[in-house]
């Protein structure tokens, strides 16, 4: 049986992260010979509670070099529409690095190089990752992510971390009802050796918490999730947030653990009692028309993000209504011949099959396109010039912003983001 330990945090983290590890495998155990630890938190954004606790990383951080670890670093890719120094630079990683002495490694600047899933055929990898964890054994890795339902994925644990070692470009590809499937495939390809979960506060409906909805979204736990087993650990963290393995088609598709019957649960479950939604908040803009295909429509891709962005700028940043959204395959002609002014056209079905028609009735410049399943660099630049939002309004300092974005520019940042002007 795996092991995975659930401690409660108190008042006092450090201790909390010690018996994590104590209970299950101890830091030093994990450590192999380069003496190198490399942790990957979920670092999507720099919204609040949308990230791995600073917190929580910083005594990860302190533990392996009390254990023994010559280098600690702290990497990741942070998601489509977004430059992983920037969202660095506002969840307050910078500053763990600082006072711990781990080094950011920003995976979105590094080379790239080809790596071969089992069902998707060839993606873009950072090299980095392939020449320590999946052509070598000899660098430590370990998850941190955050305890969050996902509208697309139903959980976001350690599995769904991995989804940030795809490149940009092809990450918008599959992310359809191929999602699922993907995760495991990354998943088959590289495991961490080890997963703690930051469960400090539950986070639900979705995985953008809104402002505007903030209080609705997210619960205090102060619990830790940890083991060997990243799957199993997984399990533990579902079931803490109302879900068994079957309902999480990702995990259900790399399980070979089984429920919580074939696990070693170090700790208690029986305070957490309630299921908390995935599902993001059911409230839009009146003043938005939103016209979905009646063949094919894909929640894991062209819906869910469009109007999570959608929410996000019209709740949280003031934004304005006044034109249309097409999202899917199967249009009635009589809808299309209704349409006026401006309106978006997210995801290549809808593209292939609206935009012609569109363009030649309204004019090219009232069409906006965001283009593969899901570009939410370009669903963002969109939707900010259609809402009247600047891109830089979402950012808690232009002037921090705009330096990170060009350092991350002059070392080669790979990211996609929204344009500014």
Do not use: W
Not at 209 to 219: A, D, F, G, V
Not at 243 to 259: F, P, R
Not at 270 to 283: A, D, G, L, T
């Amino acid at each position: 049986m795996t092991r995975v330990a659930v401690v409660d945090m108190g008042d006092d983290p450090s201790k909390a992260v010690s018996q994590v590890f104590e209970q299950t495998c101890r830091g030093r155990e994990l450590i192999k010979g380069s003496g190198e630890v490399y942790l990957k938190p979920n670092a999507v954004d720099f919204k609040p509670y949308s990230f791995t606790s600073p917190e929580v990383l910083k005594e990860v951080i302190n533990y392996f070099f009390e254990e023994g670890a010559s280098k600690v670093f702290l990497m990741e890719n942070s998601t489509q529409g977004n430059m992983t120094r920037v969202v660095f630079e506002f969840a307050g990683y910078h500053e763990v690095c600082k006072k711990t002495g781990a080094k950011p490694i920003y995976l979105d600047e590094m080379p790239t190089e080809r790596v071969r899933l089992r069902h998707f055929g060839e993606v873009e990898f950072p090299r980095a990752i392939v020449e320590r964890f999946i052509n070598n054994d000899d660098y430590t890795y370990v998850s941190v992510p955050k305890l969050k339902t996902h509208s697309m994925s139903t959980v976001t644990l350690g599995v769904k971390n991995q989804m940030a070692f795809p490149s940009h470009k092809d990450r918008g590809i599959h992310h359809n009802n191929n999602l699922h499937q993907y995760l495991a495939d990354i998943y088959h390809l590289i495991k961490p050796d080890y997963t703690i979960i930051d469960g400090s506060f539950a986070v639900f409906n979705g995985h953008y918490p809104l402002r505007t909805y903030l209080n609705e979204s997210i619960e205090c736990l102060d619990v830790l999730i940890g083991g060997t087993d990243t799957l199993a650990v997984d399990v533990v963290g579902s079931r803490v947030l109302g879900y068994n393995l079957e309902e999480v088609k990702h995990l259900a598709l790399v399980n070979d653990v089984g429920d919580l019957g074939a696990i070693e649960v170090i700790g208690s479950l029986e305070r957490f009692v309630k299921k908390y939604s995935y599902n993001i908040v059911n409230n839009y803009p009146d003043d938005v028309n939103i016209i979905q295909g009646r063949e094919l429509l894909c929640p894991e891709g062209c819906m869910l993000n469009v109007l999570m962005l959608l929410q996000l700028l019209y709740y949280d940043y003031n934004g304005k209504g006044g034109f249309s959204i097409l999202m899917g395959k199967g249009f009635d002609e009589r809808i299309l011949a209704q349409i006026e002014g401006k309106v978006l056209i997210a995801g290549d079905c809808a593209i292939n099959e609206t935009r012609d028609y569109l363009e030649r009735r309204l004019g090219k410049k009232n069409v906006y396109t965001s283009p593969t399943c899901n570009r939410l660099a370009s669903t963002m630049t969109a939707l900010c010039k259609l809402m009247g939002v600047s891109a830089l309004s979402l950012v808690p300092s232009r002037a921090r912003a705009i330096k990170a974005l060009i350092q991350g520019k002059i070392h080669g940042s790979r990211a996609l983001v929204p344009s500014l002007f």
